[in-house]
């Protein structure tokens, strides 16, 4: 192994919107090698810092990101914003010049607003910090891995992601996992059919390359995959968004008894965390064409990938098979 793999290049990944499909490509590819060919997972990160701050809460992104940083031999260190210096007033721009001077390799960072990873990255260069930023989540904005984690177990299923047809279902309007996986389908040409209720599901999507559907059954009956999203109530403000739970699931939660609408071969994803009984029935949610384990499982593979390219490592991003 060449003992110049760590070169700071701030490959930072703040969002899908910004990846080309080759760069798709290229982590998904990665992804799968780390996954399918341990003998391909080296230190390659041995002795960087990998810092992860989190101003939001998180059980499986946190861990995943953690175990991958951990498999690829780096020290993770994990801030939280409620025992941070957060709770003494301190910006977010002076964290960032903070962490920075004491130079990690790379900083993963999920924050409740809309383009806080673009302004940690800012911050951190300000100090001359050559470090990468990965977005776990901003807001409503992006969570670009989780997007790359779904690409990656719906190609498991289906060879390619051109014209199949994916139906994306529920809190569109709050949902990051909604907007990265938009601009990801796209990119690799798939068809994405949002639906649930007309409060969630903002036309704003549709010129992203999205068509709503106002009909959930008609989602449900067409689609390849359907990704099924919780209802985001910590987002809300104002009168509620539907009249009552009952009602949404009636209307637009995945029961069993629409489940067995879906084709025959179509599956069913969630992000997670679920809400069983809401927009997932328990029997769908563990039954045989849920794949929500197998997306848990790749997320940590996705996440490797994500940091060999965090940190160029050999070069990667030249010299990957597609
Ligand atoms: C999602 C998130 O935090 O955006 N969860 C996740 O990262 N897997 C979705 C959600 O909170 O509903």
């Given at each position: 192994?060449?003992?110049?793999?760590?070169r700071?290049?701030?490959?930072?990944?703040?969002?899908i919107?910004?990846?080309?499909?080759?760069?798709?490509?290229?982590?998904?590819?990665?992804?799968?090698?780390?996954?399918?060919?341990?003998?391909?997972?080296?230190?390659?990160?041995?002795?960087?810092?990998?810092?992860?701050?989190?101003?939001?809460?998180s059980?499986?992104?946190?861990?995943s990101?953690?175990?991958?940083?951990?498999?690829?031999?780096?020290?993770?260190?994990?801030?939280?914003?409620?025992?941070?210096?957060?709770?003494?007033g301190?910006s977010?721009?002076?964290?960032?010049r903070?962490l920075?001077?004491m130079?990690?390799?790379?900083?993963?960072?999920?924050?409740?607003?809309?383009?806080?990873?673009q302004l940690?990255?800012?911050?951190?260069e300000?100090v001359?910090?050559?470090?990468?930023?990965?977005n776990?989540?901003?807001?409503?904005?992006?969570?670009p891995?989780?997007a790359?984690?779904?690409?990656?177990?719906?190609?498991?299923?289906l060879?390619?992601?051109?014209?199949r047809?994916?139906?994306?279902?529920g809190?569109?309007?709050?949902?990051?996992?909604?907007?990265?996986?938009?601009?990801?389908?796209?990119?690799?040409?798939?068809?994405?059919?949002?639906?649930?209720?007309?409060?969630?599901?903002p036309?704003t999507?549709e010129?992203?390359?999205?068509?709503?559907?106002?009909?959930?059954d008609?989602i449900?009956?067409?689609?390849?995959?359907?990704?099924?999203?919780?209802?985001?109530?910590?987002?809300?403000q104002?009168?509620?968004?539907?009249?009552?739970?009952?009602?949404?699931?009636?209307?637009?939660?995945?029961?069993?008894?629409?489940?067995r609408?879906?084709?025959?071969?179509?599956?069913?994803?969630?992000?997670?965390?679920?809400?069983?009984?809401?927009?997932?029935?328990?029997?769908?949610?563990?039954?045989?064409t849920?794949?929500?384990?197998?997306?848990?499982?790749?997320?940590?593979?996705?996440?490797?990938?994500?940091l060999?390219?965090?940190?160029?490592?050999?070069?990667?991003?030249?010299?990957?098979?597609?």
């Amino acid at each position: 192994m060449s003992t110049v793999l760590l070169r700071r290049a701030n490959q930072h990944l703040l969002g899908i919107e910004t990846l080309s499909a080759l760069d798709i490509r290229q982590i998904l590819a990665r992804a799968r090698i780390l996954r399918d060919a341990p003998e391909q997972v080296h230190g390659v990160m041995a002795g960087v810092p990998v810092i992860t701050l989190f101003y939001e809460s998180s059980t499986r992104t946190r861990v995943s990101f953690e175990m991958a940083a951990q498999k690829l031999g780096a020290s993770t260190i994990s801030i939280s914003a409620s025992s941070s210096s957060v709770t003494k007033g301190e910006s977010l721009w002076d964290t960032g010049r903070t962490l920075a001077s004491m130079d990690p390799g790379v900083i993963i960072i999920r924050h409740s607003s809309p383009g806080a990873p673009q302004l940690l990255a800012e911050a951190m260069e300000s100090v001359g910090n050559g470090a990468a930023v990965v977005n776990a989540g901003d807001g409503a904005h992006e969570h670009p891995t989780q997007a790359l984690l779904d690409a990656l177990t719906l190609l498991d299923r289906l060879d390619s992601l051109e014209g199949r047809t994916i139906g994306i279902i529920g809190d569109i309007a709050h949902s990051r996992v909604a907007r990265s996986n938009l601009f990801l389908l796209r990119k690799l040409g798939a068809r994405v059919l949002l639906g649930g209720p007309r409060s969630l599901v903002p036309k704003t999507l549709e010129p992203l390359g999205a068509r709503i559907v106002r009909d959930v059954d008609e989602i449900i009956e067409v689609a390849d995959a359907v990704m099924m999203l919780r209802v985001q109530f910590e987002r809300m403000q104002g009168p509620p968004a539907f009249p009552s739970l009952s009602d949404y699931t009636r209307t637009y939660g995945l029961t069993a008894a629409r489940a067995r609408r879906m084709p025959p071969q179509a599956f069913v994803m969630h992000p997670g965390p679920m809400n069983r009984g809401i927009e997932i029935d328990p029997e769908v949610a563990d039954g045989p064409t849920s794949v929500v384990a197998h997306q848990v499982r790749n997320g940590v593979a996705a996440r490797m990938a994500v940091l060999e390219r965090a940190m160029d490592v050999d070069g990667w991003s030249s010299s990957k098979d597609l």
